[in-house]
């Protein structure tokens, strides 16, 4: 089935510093979004990319579509610690059916 | 506004038991989604509604589980003959009209001994 590779799967990180994560398929994907997952709550969306090549900020966090439709990364300037938590990156092929990637695990060291 | 909800919270039951879980959406959300995570690993789809019809079953492992919206609003995932595998966070979405963005409730935990 379709699967989004999803790395690093953890990372360590001084407060204030830039942290960048990415996702790839081997299947073109529509639609890319990502997500952040604190403990005990559901999934909340960060940024959603509807177009090759687009790129998109929310505050300290920029994502971008990748021009092949396989891939695309998140960016987070300037960490704190309330950034700690996991991100996914999800998407869509063609429907509405979501797959979602094994998420990145972020540790923020104040 | 009151957000997604899911009930119960956690539910423990024995292997081979019958189980069902409720979500309630976002008052007029007309899609409804519903995933399962499993430790350390992101959420995997399992069925959507649009309105009271299931849109995009194809995620449902087995016939074991089913999903029913009668009304277009509440949501009940039914899930028979539990197995130990069926262990995980079982997390409903909705969204105001399908392809748009997806409110996640907190997930009902459900535990098969």
Same mark, same amino acid.
């Given at each position: 089935?379709?699967?989004?590779?999803?790395?690093?799967?953890?990372?360590?990180?001084?407060?204030?510093? =830039?942290?960048?994560?990415?996702?790839?398929?081997?299947?073109?994907?529509?639609?890319?979004?990502?997500?952040?997952? =604190?403990?005990?709550? !559901?999934? +909340?969306?960060?940024?959603?990319?509807?177009?090759?090549?687009?790129?998109?900020?929310?505050?300290?966090?920029?994502?971008?579509?990748?021009?092949?439709?396989?891939?695309?990364?998140?960016?987070?300037?300037?960490?704190?610690?309330? =950034? +700690?938590?996991?991100?996914?990156?999800?998407?869509?092929?063609? !429907?509405?059916?979501?797959?979602?990637?094994?998420?990145?695990?972020?540790? +923020?060291?104040? | 506004?009151?957000?997604?909800?899911?009930?119960?919270? &956690?539910?423990?039951?024995?292997?081979?038991?019958?189980?069902?879980?409720?979500?309630?959406? /976002?008052?007029?959300?007309?899609?409804? @989604?519903? @995933?399962?995570?499993?430790?350390?690993?992101?959420? #995997?789809?399992? /069925? @959507?509604?649009?309105?009271?019809?299931?849109?995009?079953?194809?995620?449902?492992? &087995?016939?074991?589980?089913?999903?029913?919206?009668? #009304?277009?609003?509440?949501?009940?995932?039914?899930?028979?003959?539990?197995?130990?595998?069926?262990?995980?966070? @079982?997390?409903?979405?909705?969204?105001?009209?399908?392809?748009?963005?997806?409110?996640?409730?907190?997930?009902?935990?459900?535990?098969?001994?």
């Amino acid at each position: 089935g379709q699967q989004l590779n999803q790395s690093p799967q953890s990372m360590f990180i001084q407060e204030g510093e =830039d942290v960048s994560m990415n996702c790839t398929s081997s299947s073109i994907f529509n639609t890319w979004l990502w997500y952040k997952q =604190d403990p005990g709550e !559901g999934p +909340v969306l960060l940024i959603a990319l509807y177009k090759a090549g687009e790129l998109t900020s929310n505050g300290r966090l920029t994502a971008q579509f990748g021009i092949t439709r396989k891939d695309s990364f998140l960016n987070i300037s300037a960490s704190i610690p309330s =950034d +700690v938590g996991i991100y996914f990156c999800a998407g869509h092929t063609g !429907g509405f059916k979501t797959i979602f990637g094994a998420g990145t695990r972020l540790f +923020v060291k104040a | 506004g009151a957000g997604v909800s899911q009930t119960p919270s &956690n539910k423990v039951t024995e292997k081979g038991k019958y189980v069902e879980l409720r979500c309630d959406p /976002i008052s007029g959300h007309t899609a409804l @989604y519903w @995933y399962r995570q499993s430790l350390g690993q992101g959420p #995997e789809f399992l /069925i @959507y509604f649009q309105g009271t019809g299931a849109a995009d079953d194809s995620g449902l492992p &087995n016939d074991r589980f089913f999903a029913v919206r009668p #009304e277009g609003s509440v949501s009940t995932l039914k899930i028979q003959r539990t197995e130990r595998g069926d262990s995980a966070v @079982y997390l409903c979405a909705s969204s105001p009209v399908t392809g748009t963005e997806q409110f996640f409730g907190p997930g009902t935990r459900l535990t098969v001994l």
